[in-house]
């Protein structure tokens, strides 16, 4: 499975974006979706997840109730709905593709895209 994320850029804060990552291959809803972030000098960290089917959804606590996560199985994309931006909310955020249900932990993510950035102004 190939990843392209994209949809990033700059907000202000209090401000929407809606990244989304479409996959390549025919294989797209066998895999559960999570996106993560990474800002300078951090780790990478948990934002959301999305179950096969996208019946089922997890989020970071930093995130729920202002970023949602879906996905679309025909069209081989996971959207992240980021609402209410917060300057500790930039960092550069990454879709990924993992055989593991709703994993919080990157070791359980088997395919990354290439990350997208969100600026978020104050």
């Known amino acids: 499975v190939q990843l392209q994320a994209s949809g990033g850029g700059l907000v202000q804060a209090g401000g929407s974006l809606r990244p989304s990552c479409e996959a390549s291959?025919?294989?797209?809803?066998?895999?559960?979706m999570g996106w993560f972030r990474q800002a300078p000098g951090k780790e990478r960290e948990f934002v959301a997840a999305?179950?096969?089917?996208?019946?089922?959804?997890s989020s970071a606590d930093s995130v729920k109730g202002r970023f949602t996560i879906s996905r679309d199985n025909a069209k081989n994309t996971v959207y992240l709905q980021m609402n209410s931006l917060k300057p500790e909310d930039q960092a550069v955020y990454y879709c990924?593709?993992?055989?593991?249900?709703?994993?919080?932990?990157?070791?359980?993510?088997?395919?990354w895209g290439q990350g997208t950035q969100v600026t978020v102004s104050s």
């Open positions: 999305i179950s096969r089917s996208g019946g089922m959804t």
């Open positions: 291959g025919r294989t797209f809803s066998s895999y559960s």
């Open positions: 990924a593709a993992s055989l593991s249900v709703l994993s919080r932990s990157t070791r359980e993510y088997n395919y």
